[in-house]
């Protein structure tokens, strides 16, 4: 079964950074995109970054381009978020997400597996 399991998130001042960890495991990923994900109180689930396992190859939202790096390293099988320049609109549960293929895909129903997020909070 597929699992994905995101850990690295916490509070900080805003203008600060964390690192988020997606680690996945139970099926070989090198044809699926990878995405993080981001949920508010209130709000519904909303597309922040996403990478192509087998060419690292990235596409972001609009609002988080150049604060927020995607990444993966093939040989832990993990997916990271660094993020950086924080706001405090970036609070959030962050999920870490999976589909095959799919590459330019943004929709929360267009990925089929998903972690069970972590929070980040961003402080004033």
């Known amino acids: 079964q597929v699992q994905l399991v995101e850990s690295g998130g916490g509070l900080v001042q805003a203008g600060g950074s964390l690192r988020l960890s997606c680690a996945a495991s139970g099926r070989t990923f090198s044809r699926y995109t990878m995405a993080w994900f981001r949920q508010a109180p209130g709000k519904e689930r909303e597309f922040v970054a996403a990478i192509r396992w087998s060419t690292g190859t990235t596409y972001y939202y609009e609002s988080v381009k150049g604060r927020f790096t995607i990444s993966r390293d093939n040989a832990k099988n993990t997916v990271y978020l660094q993020m950086n320049s924080l706001k405090p609109e970036d609070t959030a549960v962050y999920y870490c997400?999976?589909?095959?293929?799919?590459?330019?895909?943004?929709?929360?129903?267009?990925?089929?597996?998903w972690g069970q997020g972590t929070q980040v909070t961003v402080s004033s």
């Open positions: 997400a999976a589909r095959f293929g799919g590459w330019g895909a943004t929709k929360v129903d267009d990925f089929g597996y």
